[in-house]
């Protein structure tokens, strides 16, 4: 059984920064990929990021390009998306996911999936 444990959410201000923790365990890492995706309030899951867990090939949403950055710290099993210059439309549920191999940018793609965590931006 794979667990995915996010944490980091909040309520910010616009402009301001936040950084999401998701703490993987259960299964050996060493070959998945690892993804974000959000969903806001009747809207569809939506594709934030993701990073390959070898190599660390990186990928990102026209949306969040140039202000959330990706990364992992393999040792710890953990994946982080460090969120700077944050907009009122970024408020959504973030949720980290993983699959085998190479990311993906569809939710179907991913067999694993935490239970969230809420990021607010105010104006």
């Known amino acids: 059984q794979v667990q995915l444990v996010e944490s980091g959410g909040g309520l910010v201000q616009a402009g301001g920064s936040l950084r999401l923790s998701c703490a993987a365990s259960?299964?050996?890492?060493?070959?998945?990929?690892m993804g974000w995706f959000r969903q806001a309030p009747g809207k569809e899951r939506e594709f934030v990021s993701a990073i390959n867990w070898i190599g660390g090939s990186t990928s990102y949403a026209d949306s969040v390009k140039g202000r959330f950055t990706i990364s992992r710290d393999n040792a710890k099993n953990t994946v982080y998306l460090q969120m700077n210059s944050l907009k009122t439309e970024d408020t959504a549920v973030y949720h980290c996911t993983a699959r085998p191999l190479v990311q993906s940018t569809r939710p179907q793609d991913y067999p694993y999936w935490g239970q969230g965590t809420q990021v607010t931006v105010s104006s």
């Open positions: 259960g299964r050996t890492f060493s070959s998945y990929a």
